[in-house]
Nanobody, 121 residues
């Protein structure tokens, strides 16, 4: 299983970006998918997460500015980021809980390679 993230880049404060992450490979079922980020010198932290049923949760720091969504049929998760701040600068990683065997309820956690988001004027 591979997770391929894209959409990062340089944006001015107040701007917007949309990140995408697609899972491919031997996938039977995908449960939760989410985005984490890690800024220099800091620990990786949860940004947003969405479960298969559609329920979401967000870090307090991004609530109201970021929106997570997913396309279950395409095993893809999106993160729309608006009103970006310099403190949002980080490497953003996608994560997915995936079952790789038909009929199995055992889910493994997979990570994407990370995409850099830089918010600066």
């Amino acid at each position: 299983v591979q997770l391929q993230a894209s959409g990062g880049g340089l944006v001015q404060p107040g701007g917007s970006l949309r990140l995408s992450c697609s899972a491919s490979g031997s996938i039977f079922s995908t449960n939760a998918m989410g985005w984490y980020r890690q800024a220099p010198g800091k620990q990786r932290e949860l940004v947003a997460r969405i479960i298969r049923g559609g329920s979401t949760n967000y870090a307090d720091s991004v609530q109201g500015r970021f929106t997570i969504s997913r396309d279950i049929s395409e095993n893809t998760v999106y993160l729309h980021m608006s009103s970006l701040k310099p403190e949002d600068t980080a490497v953003y990683y996608c994560n997915a809980d995936i079952s790789t065997k038909y009929g199995s309820n055992y889910y493994q956690s997979f990570w994407g390679q990370g995409t850099q988001v830089t918010v600066s004027s």
